[in-house]
Each structure stands twice: as structure tokens, then as C-alpha cells.
């Protein structure tokens, strides 16, 4: 998740959207794993992208509210419809509402993490942080949490672009307001599964790393595994199979605590999920890599042989 200077000795760290999943069979993961990698239509991927997370709660109203849009907006968006989601919020650009700023922060997000254009990227992650900043600015009782929870996701990205001293120093405020957000909803899963990434990320940091990280910032943050490893496992608890990266990580969690037959568990789950987002084919490969240093044989896994 997060590409500081101790990208050297976690690689494997690196920011991802936030998407939510349905549980889905062994089965079905397969399949679809081999309909998506072997250039088939994405219809189907986009009709097993499936919303679960409790992160809006969106009143009925007219056909032209804002309320009515934003539920049509969140369609697109948990079908992974980034265009069309961008087409319907686009014309809210000068809104003052958080509900709307955070949802359009959120598909700016997704639009940069898509284009390989890298001038484009940072136009887009920089302007999906302004509308990230107005959500909080405009926030009212007892507080906005998608606007918390995406300026925490936007903030990382960000400083992933000014580079490595950026982004230690905003960790420090994405922690902060990925806590405020679980203030506000508890029950949200990828907000747990993110501040797990954040503590493993600092928990996994090495004593030459962190003394460099130290001769920088005074006191880096730190966190332990077991720290990372409740927040997953609550995550998971809260909605079960609901993201290939938090099965990824439970599988790294475990086995930096030693608990080998733990971690190919969930190494195996990471990998049999479907394959749905740029950042699912991260976890799919990342999980493969960590199972073929265990000596399994990736055409055997996904014949379902081991």
C-alpha cells in the first residue's frame, strides 16, 4: 500500500482501490480467472463485481435528486463502470454536498489508477484530493464517513507521487482519519483491511530501514503484526471472501508469524479469487509468488490439484 523508502525490503506494498466484493466458490474464481486472462468480454467480470460494503446509506427520492444520481452513481461504481459512473457525477462538480464531493473524489481516484499516462495520474489524483478536501471542509454532524475514509486512500496515492518523504509524513494523517472513519461506520471492511495494511506496513519495516526512516522524521510509526493481523482478521469476520487483497495479506500476516499452514490457506484464497480489478491481478500474482516459494505449481492450482 504504501511505497516509502522501505519499498526496498517490502516490495510488495504498493496503493489499491478500494473496491467491495461478493464471496464467491472456488469454482467460480477459477473460471472466471481463465475467462479474464484469456482476453474474453469483461461483461462478466463486471457482472460478478458485486457491492457489499456499508460505506453509503443513500435515502430514496425523485428521479432527478441527488440522492436518486448518487445511488445510480454507485451502481456504476460497484460494477467497476468508471466512465459511466464519472459520466453521471461529473455534472456535480461545483456541489457543496460531502456525500456527492467524496463519491466524486473516489471515481477521480479510479480514474487515475487506470491510465498509464503519468502526467495524467497526478493531474487526476491531485484534483481527486481537492474534492477529497472539500468533502471534510463540508462535512456536518456527526461527521461525513466517506469523506474520511477516501481522503485517507487519496492522501497515500498522492504521496506516492511527491515521493518517499511525502508519504511518510502523510501516513501519519491517513491513520488518523482512516480511525475517524471507523468511528463513524465500524462495520465497514476495507476500512479495517486498509489500517491492517497500514500497521503490517510499519510493523514490517527492517532495523536498517526504520534508522533511516528515524534520521528523517525523529519517530517513525511503528505497529506490530499481531496489530495487523487483528484488523484482517476483523475485516474478514465482518464480510467473509469480501477482497482478494485482504486474503493476500492474512496469508503475508501469518506467515511472518510463522503460522506456514495458516498463511498457504489464505494464499490459496487470494489466489482463487476472481480476478476483477488492476489491483486484483496485483494480489493474484503476489499470491502466486509467495505459493510457488512453497513449492506449488501454478498450472496445478489452477486445475485445483493442490
Not at 484530493?129 to 469523506?147: H, I, V
Not at 476495507?190 to 525523529?218: E, Y
Not at 474478514?236 to 490457506?265: C, H, I, M, V, W
Request: hydrophobic share 35%; net charge positive; aromatic share 12%.
Amino acid at each position: 500500500m504504501f511505497r516509502f523508502i522501505y519499498q526496498r525490503v517490502n516490495p510488495h506494498l504498493r496503493a489499491f482501490s478500494i473496491v467491495a466484493r461478493q464471496n464467491f466458490t472456488q469454482k467460480n474464481a477459477r473460471r472466471n480467472f481463465a475467462y479474464l486472462t484469456t482476453g474474453g468480454s469483461t461483461t462478466l467480470a463486471l457482472s460478478l463485481f458485486g457491492s457489499s460494503s456499508k460505506e453509503k446509506v443513500v435515502k430514496a427520492g425523485n428521479e432527478n435528486s441527488p440522492e436518486m444520481l448518487m445511488r445510480e452513481a454507485d451502481a456504476f461504481y460497484d460494477n467497476y463502470m468508471i466512465d459511466n459512473c464519472w459520466g453521471v457525477l461529473r455534472r456535480f462538480e461545483r456541489t457543496t454536498n460531502p456525500e456527492i464531493l467524496w463519491r466524486i473524489a473516489r471515481i477521480l481516484a479510479e480514474k487515475a489508477k487506470i491510465t498509464l499516462n503519468k502526467e495524467e495520474k497526478r493531474t487526476l489524483f491531485l484534483e481527486a484530493l481537492e474534492y477529497a478536501e472539500k468533502a471534510l471542509k463540508n462535512e456536518e454532524a456527526p461527521g461525513c464517513f466517506g469523506a474520511h475514509k477516501w481522503y485517507a486512500i487519496i492522501i497515500n496515492y498522492v504521496g506516492e507521487i511527491e515521493g518517499t518523504k511525502s508519504q511518510i509524513k502523510k501516513s501519519y494523517d491517513m491513520k488518523v482519519h482512516l480511525e475517524r472513519a471507523l468511528e463513524l461506520n465500524p462495520r465497514d471492511a476495507t476500512t479495517w483491511h486498509i489500517l491492517g495494511v497500514w500497521h503490517f506496513t510499519f510493523a514490517d519495516m527492517s532495523g536498517v530501514t526504520r534508522l533511516a526512516a528515524k534520521t528523517i522524521f525523529g519517530t517513525p510509526p511503528s505497529s506490530t503484526y499481531e496489530e495487523a493481523l487483528r484488523h484482517f482478521e476483523h475485516a474478514e469476520s465482518l464480510q467473509p471472501g469480501f477482497y482478494k487483497d485482504n486474503s493476500f495479506y492474512l496469508g503475508e500476516t501469518y506467515d511472518r508469524l510463522g503460522k506456514k499452514e495458516k498463511a498457504l490457506e489464505f494464499y490459496k484464497k487470494a489466489f482463487y479469487a476472481p480476478i476483477i480489478s488492476v489491483d486484483d491481478k496485483d494480489a493474484h500474482e503476489k499470491a502466486l509468488g509467495r505459493l510457488k516459494k512453497y513449492g506449488f505449481d501454478e498450472k496445478k492450482l489452477i486445475e485445483g490439484q493442490q
